[in-house]
């Protein structure tokens, strides 16, 4: 007996020591320590009770809302129903697809969804409630996803590695499929649902064929039977060769008619094994990728042959508008809405065609997408990417929630002031019938899932945003500090700070004032402006920044490459004039020579300056704050985000210097004071980047 009290007191006291190393992410349920509002949400936590048809989703839903309250709580759950002082899910038809309302009814806290995701939902926005330790008395709650496809792309191969992934190796042990189930399966799937996630693309879009073979397909229905008890359906990414690589026909020409059989008869397959299969991803005729266009045919006869084999079985697929050809005089800004804006209105009714944000690549800042504003017939599904190939790898903090708000609250002008992105995607602009949104997923097998444990923040941020784009990225830090870090209100305030400004932060020490694409062809966290010969012409930096001793920037008005002429003439007139263009575009459109005044009083070359010096000043800044919050947060989290911060700086020196020295070969203009010179030369700036890039 002796010995179990002194087993179960050791357990204890090494739960207690054991630091938190980020694993629970935001969904940590530990006992709330505010007695009054504890006190408040007793009063309803004297039973569960569920509607009499139960679905897996429900069973999922009951016991996630026992766990949650348990935690928080710190009482147990009975399982009996009384009259009043529990809590109620029941289905409520006349409520919008997925949504739920939560109210206290008769002395009970009732949660309504039209069906079995809204009921899921409303359980994980009672339990955030909670969490942030919201008041419950009165509370009258309710919400709907703008948005009905809020999908990740993973971008994972199959023997394990992430293209752009910096978190560890994949989460999908292919191998161990399907007897093995790890159980990080299911905490990722739970962390999904509880931000409204309600589809994954499990495999990365430069796609393996062998996925869509039946030792594969075992394994991919294993994964969609576990997500699906989260709401979860599964969708892949295709090889569109399939039909040569694993038919052994002679050609995926898609107009052919035994590769449209071919592909019927594998829909019918993937079916057979995942009832409610998504449908395809697909990359076609983009950075090597096979396509319709080897064979003379369009991405919409590729598109819509796909969607005939799907079509019975109500799959969709979603088709990706990354294209750029390497063509030295053409300006790559422009090439996917040369090549889909034509196609607009031929594409199947169950294809959506998948735009990244921006035209370029997931840079750290980019003018939006002009496809958003020019393709009325054809629902547009918008990718952000999660993972920050562009934004510091997992070293850097870098808070997106700021990065996605300003793509999506951008004017399209498409039918009048106020067609934004976020109104575009979501159907409300032109009447969508079906519409979606996707974020390439940050996640890896690191303990803490995502790296850097300040980047699951941008996994949320995504969830919340694909939800409900109105949200402001403040109330999204909001909840996620409290639920993830602290709710000491010292503390809070200051975490959120650095949050907010992070990215303009990380745009100041890498990219300023519209530059673009200037990140080294091999370490796409760090610099190389000098790269002026790659395998393609658009794969250099040169062909971005286009810097000579008279000035710098891309010249996209009429006068240059014309991108600008892409966008409403609204859009054309806010970035047209480059004496009142947005600064944050300037170099995105036009080439500026570098004594030119700027509206911030400085000329060109001493703003540019500024910026990258200020860059590093604030990532200095950054860790002060961060020091400032040491007592209110875990301490193993505290010095894993010290540690990646004093890299952070590392690397914001990094781009300072190689951009400041490189640039002024061309400005040949002093650094302005108060700033000095930096210590190093361009010759060992090079060398550094060399180093990092050797094989
Ligand atoms: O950003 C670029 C990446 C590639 C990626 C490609 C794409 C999956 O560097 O790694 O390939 O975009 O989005 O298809």
Same mark, same amino acid.
């Not at 007695?35 to 139960?54: D, H, Q």
């Not at 995607?425 to 303990?447: C, L, P, Q």
């Not at 500024?610 to 989290?637: A, L």
């Not at 004071?673 to 060398?687: V, Y």
């Given at each position: 007996?002796?010995?179990k009290?002194l ?6 006291s ?5 630091a ?7 969904l ?9 509002k ?29 766990r949650g309250?348990?935690?928080l ?10 009259k009043?002082g ?5 289905r409520?038809k006349?409520?919008?697809e997925?949504?739920f309302r ?6 009970n ?6 069906d079995?995701?809204?009921i899921?939902?409303g359980?994980?926005?009672l ?10 008395t009165?509370?009258?709650?309710s ?23 910096y978190?560890?190796a994949?989460?999908?042990k292919?191998?161990?499929?399907p ?13 999904n649902?509880?931000?409204?996630i ?6 990365n879009?430069?796609?393996s064929?062998r996925?869509?073979t ?8 294993a ?22 690589i ?20 594998k829909?019918d397959?993937?079916?057979r ?16 990728e ?28 979603i088709?990706r ?10 300006d790559?800004y422009k090439?996917?809405?040369n090549?889909?804006?034509?196609l607009d ?10 735009v ?5 690549d ?8 002009p496809? +958003? =504003? ?5 629902p547009?599904?918008? $990718?952000? /990417? %999660?993972?920050? &190939? ?10 997106q ?19 934004t ?12 019938d ?13 303990r803490n899932?995502t790296?850097?444990?300040m980047?699951?923040?941008n996994?949320?941020? +995504? =969830? ?8 402001? $990225?403040? /109330? %999204?830090?909001? &909840?996620?500090?409290k ?11 200051v975490?959120?700070?650095i949050l ?21 062809q091999?370490?796409?966290f ?14 250099t930096?040169?062909y971005?920044h ?7 920037g ?5 006068q240059?490459?014309?991108?600008l ?5 609204e859009?054309?007139n806010n970035?047209?004039?480059p ?7 300037l170099l995105?459109?036009?080439r500026?020579?570098w004594?030119k ?15 990258y ?7 200095q800044w ?10 209110s ?10 540690g ?25 203009q002093?650094v302005?004071s ?9 010759e ?12």
């Amino acid at each position: 007996m002796l010995k179990k009290i002194l087993l179960v007191f050791l357990l204890f006291s090494f739960a207690d020591a054991r630091a938190d190393d980020g694993y629970r992410l935001w969904l940590k349920y530990d006992l709330l320590k505010n007695t009054a509002k504890k006190a408040e949400y007793k009063r309803f936590a004297g039973f569960i009770e569920i509607p009499t048809e139960k679905s897996l989703i429900i069973r999922t839903a009951q016991s996630e809302l026992k766990r949650g309250l348990e935690g928080l709580l710190g009482n147990r759950i009975a399982g009996v129903a009384k009259k009043s002082g529990g809590i109620i899910l029941q289905r409520d038809k006349t409520l919008p697809e997925e949504g739920f309302r939560i109210e206290t009814k008769g002395g009970n806290l009732v949660i309504s969804g039209p069906d079995d995701r809204g009921i899921l939902y409303g359980v994980y926005a009672l339990l955030r409630h909670l969490q942030t330790e919201q008041p419950l008395t009165g509370i009258n709650l309710s919400s709907a996803p703008k948005i009905r496809l809020r999908m990740l792309n993973h971008w994972d191969n199959p023997l394990g590695t992430i293209e752009r992934g910096y978190a560890g190796a994949s989460l999908w042990k292919w191998y161990e499929l399907p007897e093995n189930l790890d159980p990080r399966y299911l905490e990722y799937a739970r962390a999904n649902a509880s931000i409204g996630i309600n589809a994954v693309a499990l495999n990365n879009v430069n796609a393996s064929a062998r996925f869509l073979t039946p030792e594969y397909l075992i394994k991919v229905k294993a994964l969609a039977d576990l997500f699906r008890t989260y709401g979860i359906q599964v969708y892949l990414s295709v090889n569109f060769a399939s039909p040569k690589i694993l038919g052994n026909l002679q050609t995926s020409d898609p107009l052919d008619p035994q590769v449209r059989q071919w592909w019927a008869a594998k829909a019918d397959e993937v079916y057979r094994y995942i009832p409610d299969f998504g449908g395809f991803l697909v990359k076609a005729n983009s950075e090597g990728e096979p396509g319709p266009q080897e064979y003379g045919r369009t991405h919409a006869d590729g598109a819509n042959m796909l969607a005939e084999a799907l079509r019975k079985h109500k799959g969709r697929v979603i088709w990706r508008a990354f294209v750029y050809s390497p063509d030295p005089h053409g300006d790559r800004y422009k090439e996917a809405f040369n090549e889909f804006k034509p196609l607009d209105g031929l594409f199947a009714d169950n294809v959506v065609v998948q735009v990244k944000n921006g035209p370029i690549d997931f840079q750290p800042r980019e003018p939006f997408h002009p496809l +958003f =504003g020019a393709m009325p017939e054809t629902p547009l599904a918008l $990718e952000f /990417q %999660i993972t920050q &190939e562009y934004l510091g790898f997992s070293t850097n903090l870098v808070y997106q929630a700021s990065l996605y708000k300003e793509c999506l609250e951008s004017d399209t002008y498409a039918k009048g002031k106020g067609s934004t992105v976020a109104r575009v995607v979501d159907g409300s602009v032109h009447n969508y019938d079906f519409t979606a949104i996707a974020g390439v997923a940050n996640t890896g097998s690191d303990r803490n899932w995502t790296g850097h444990l300040m980047s699951q923040a941008n996994w949320y941020a +995504f =969830g919340r945003l694909a939800w409900d784009h109105t949200l402001s $990225e403040e /109330q %999204i830090a909001d &909840e996620w500090v409290k639920m993830t870090l602290t709710r000491d209100p010292n503390a809070v305030p200051v975490i959120k700070n650095i949050l907010l400004q992070s990215r303009e932060i990380y745009v100041d020490f890498t990219t300023p004032l519209g530059l673009h694409h200037i990140m080294g062809q091999g370490i796409h966290f760090g610099p190389e402006p000098w790269l002026t010969q790659s395998a393609r012409p658009d794969w250099t930096s040169i062909y971005y920044h286009r810097v000579d001793s008279t000035g710098i920037g891309f010249d996209r008005t009429a006068q240059g490459s014309n991108a600008l002429g892409l966008y409403r003439q609204e859009v054309q007139n806010n970035w047209n004039d480059p004496a009142s263009c947005d600064l944050k575009y300037l170099l995105w459109f036009h080439r500026v020579g570098w004594d030119k005044k700027l509206s911030t009083g400085n000329t060109l070359w001493d703003e540019l300056c500024t910026r990258y010096y200020r860059g590093v000043e604030s990532v200095q800044w950054m860790q002060k704050e961060w020091n400032r919050v040491r007592k209110s947060v875990d301490s193993e989290i505290y010095e894993d985000v010290a540690g990646r911060l004093a890299v952070q700086h590392r690397e914001a020196l990094n781009w300072r210097d190689a951009c400041v020295l490189y640039f002024q070969t061309f400005s040949k203009q002093p650094v302005p004071s108060p700033f000095k010179q930096p210590e190093r030369t361009l010759e060992e700036m090079k060398k550094l980047v060399a180093i990092y890039q050797l094989k």
